[in-house]
Nanobody, 123 residues
Framework: QVQLVESGGGLVQAGGSLRLSCAAS????????MGWFRQAQGKEREFVAV????????YYADSLKGRFTISRDNAKNTLYLQMNSLKPEDTAVYYC????????????????WGQGTQVTVSS
């Protein structure tokens, strides 16, 4: 079992930055693939970024590549999402998730989810 808790969300002006964190509990964190997903009001949850258990393989949604950076610190059992040049359309609840696979861009393969953290970008 893996428990995940997101933090770092908040209100920021367009063009600003935020760094989200996801603290994981459990002895096997380093062997899970991890991902970030987001869901805006009235829209479906969508893929943001994923990172393999080793941290060496990363994938991003095409629209976010260059602005967002995913990373993990296995020694601290923590996943991060650095978000730069934020836009109003980035406003959403951001969720971290864990998969037993090495990594996956398919959110249906993630079995452990955090409660989400709200990110609001004002214009």
């Amino acid at each position: 079992q893996v428990q995940l808790v997101e933090s770092g969300g908040g209100l920021v002006q367009a063009g600003g930055s935020l760094r989200l964190s996801c603290a994981a509990s459990g002895r096997t964190f380093s062997r899970y693939g991890m991902g970030w997903f987001r869901q805006a009001q009235g829209k479906e949850r969508e893929f943001v970024a994923v990172i393999a258990w080793s941290g060496l393989t990363k994938y991003y949604a095409d629209s976010l590549k260059g602005r967002f950076t995913i990373s993990r610190d296995n020694a601290k059992n923590t996943l991060y999402l650095q978000m730069n040049s934020l836009k109003p359309e980035d406003t959403a609840v951001y969720y971290c998730a864990a998969t037993v696979h090495t990594y996956s861009r398919n959110m249906r393969e993630y079995t452990y989810w955090g409660q989400g953290t709200q990110v609001t970008v004002s214009s």
